[in-house]
């Protein structure tokens, strides 16, 4: 046996332990499956609660056949699983948790290497958050996302058409009737949502990070090179465990920078930040809040795809796919960051092509000149928060209005819709107790819908302000993210409806303006407080006590950082 694999450590010897545990896996195995070869995971987050990973079982068939003929062995290990439209209160509640115990069990288990297959929204974060704590060589397989699905000669995009949609009903331009109907056509294939939300954004930076085989990331869920990648990546993780290709050993800054970079030019979705941030906090890279707004938001946008744009992602695929997008941005890519191959990620890039420039813009001609995520800061936030501007209205971007003040999204949807509500086109909606601790998950609720009386007018954008997050596949001039939260003593505790708010995103700032002093000596209301979770017991008890505030991630305290794959323990 090749005594340096770390199964070898469970099933090498004579001894009773290594019997105990080659024994109970025997089952029909023969007995040179534990000797001297690489034990590979895959890590699983299928689940029929979790519709858009439901066919990762299929893909995980190709990735078996894959380990098997490079000489592993194969085994499957389900792992928590988070179903973005399922999961309540949020799927965020639960990211850091599937992160925990999907670190914990390819810890606690004899696994040389995983294969990581995600999904939808949280799962991809989650995997890598565990592959990097735990430290073993480890590869990402996107589940891809869905075929575009159409209703009424329309192209639907899941997500966004639905807030597009739904909006229409509010302000009486859609029937009831007809928005039902719509339904059937909203999910096509299996797969994940086909706008550029979350899921898309996360599998195509997951590639840009150099985790995943370059050109996979972005392939339809329903296309047959999705298993063919699959069963190559299978191949490949036998491979990776011989070379020993950690994570710790190719992600580095260079990894990150390259990630900003992508996101920016894909126009992706603003839960990247606090993902990425908290992947980076579990290999020890300090990447903070402020290198996105450095690295990224000169990049120029290059995805016409919803929710900024026009397209889904087959037609990304089809048009060329994610090398294409990457290809036209390479000068801006740093060339020492690695790919899960041992090459880097830009000598992927001189074959690909644009077949369709309405779908991939040329760096000649981009969508928007620059598009990354701007980070503000001010009294309002003085730990920084976020605004996609690709998904803004220009108008709005420099902005003074009146404070409305909702203490909680249960105070919003009872007071947003009440005639008598003081509020107009100029007001800045305010939204607290959202965030990590506050609500608690930090939920995706930021892009607050605009009241039903200012919709019939015909307004369709409003300076909001959050301390949640915002759905990949929303869109408006949402400033989310806003650190420190309003449960973690933050300014937005304090700022009371009416209170004049100015927004400027060229200069980065974010304030309220009330005199400093008198803004300081305010308290806060009982009516503010109540609207802060305070759980009793379980994960949420835990949670509340541990997160971190969204400018590092949103992670648990005690999560951050590496420990390896050494278990404390002897067993038996
Ligand atoms: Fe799963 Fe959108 S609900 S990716």
């Not at 056509?185 to 706008?195: A, D, L, P």
């Not at 290198?291 to 795809?305: C, K, Q, S, Y």
């Not at 644009?354 to 503000?376: K, N």
Request: aromatic content about 4%; hydrophobic content about 40%; overall charge negative.
């Amino acid at each position: 046996m090749a005594s340096d694999l770390r199964s070898s450590e469970w099933y090498s010897g004579d001894d009773r332990n290594a019997y105990i545990h080659r024994a109970w896996m025997r089952r029909g195995v023969p007995d040179t499956a534990f000797r001297g070869r690489p034990q590979i995971a895959i890590a699983n987050t299928a689940s029929d609660l979790t519709p858009c990973n439901a066919h990762l079982d299929e893909v995980a068939q190709s990735v078996k056949n894959g380990i098997y003929e490079a000489g592993g062995i194969p085994l499957n290990l389900p792992v928590v699983s988070l179903g973005e439209t399922q999961v309540r209160p949020t799927a965020m509640l639960w990211r850091n948790m599937a992160a925990m115990a999907t670190e914990e069990m390819l810890r606690a288990n004899p696994i040389d290497g995983v294969v990581l297959l995600g999904g939808c929204d949280k799962t991809i974060p989650a995997l890598l958050m565990a592959a990097a704590s735990v430290d073993l060589p480890a590869v990402v397989i996107p589940g891809g996302p869905m075929l575009t699905g159409h209703f009424r000669g329309e192209a639907l995009g899941c997500g966004t058409d639905v807030w597009r949609l739904s909006e229409e009903v509010r302000a009486g331009t859609l029937s009831e009737a007809l928005f039902e109907r719509s339904e059937s056509s909203m999910i096509r294939s299996k797969g994940h949502c086909n706008t550029m939300g979350t899921a898309s954004t996360m599998a195509l930076v997951a590639e840009a990070l150099g985790t995943i085989v370059p050109g996979l990331a972005g392939t339809p869920a329903p296309d047959s090179r999705l298993l063919e990648a699959s069963h190559e990546t299978g191949r490949l993780a036998v491979q990776l465990v011989a070379a020993d290709r950690r994570p710790s050993t190719f992600l580095t800054k260079a990894s990150f920078h390259n990630a900003i970079v992508a996101l920016a030019a894909i126009g992706g979705s603003t839960n990247a930040v606090v993902h990425l941030l908290a992947i980076a906090g579990r290999l020890g890279i300090d990447l903070t809040i402020d290198d996105f707004d450095r690295i990224g938001a000169e990049v120029p946008l290059l995805v016409n795809l919803q929710p900024a744009g026009r397209y889904l992602m087959d037609d990304l695929y089809r048009a060329g796919g994610f090398l294409a997008v990457l290809r036209e941005v390479k000068d801006l890519l740093d060339p020492t960051a690695l790919t899960i191959t041992g090459r880097p990620l830009v000598d992927y890039l001189d074959d690909a092509r644009i077949w369709d420039a309405d779908v991939i813009a040329s760096r000649t001609q981009p969508l928007i000149p620059a598009a990354g995520i701007s980070v503000l800061r001010g009294t309002l936030a003085p730990g920084g928060a976020i605004i996609k501007p690709a998904a803004a209205s220009p108008h709005l971007l420099k902005h003074r209005g009146r404070a409305v003040v909702f203490d909680s999204i249960e105070d919003f949807h009872a007071r947003i819709d009440d005639p008598d509500l003081d509020i107009d086109e100029n007001s800045v909606m305010i939204l607290r107790g959202c965030g990590p601790m506050g609500y608690p998950g930090m939920p995706e609720v930021s892009n607050m819908p605009l009241p039903k009386k200012l919709l019939e007018k015909g307004v369709r954008d409003m300076v909001r302000i959050c301390d949640g997050r915002m759905s990949g596949t929303a869109y408006g001039t949402v400033i989310l993210h806003v650190t420190p939260e309003a449960a973690a003593g933050g300014p937005l505790a304090r700022v009371r409806t009416g209170d004049w708010i100015s927004l400027d995103v060229r200069n980065r700032r974010l304030d309220v303006e009330v005199p400093a002093e008198e803004f300081a000596a305010r308290g806060v209301s009982d009516a503010t407080v109540r609207g802060f979770a305070d759980p009793r017991r379980g994960w949420e008890r835990l949670y509340v006590d541990h997160v971190m505030q969204a400018d590092t991630g949103a992670d648990l305290d005690f999560l951050v950082g590496s420990s390896g794959s050494t278990v404390s323990r002897e067993s038996h």
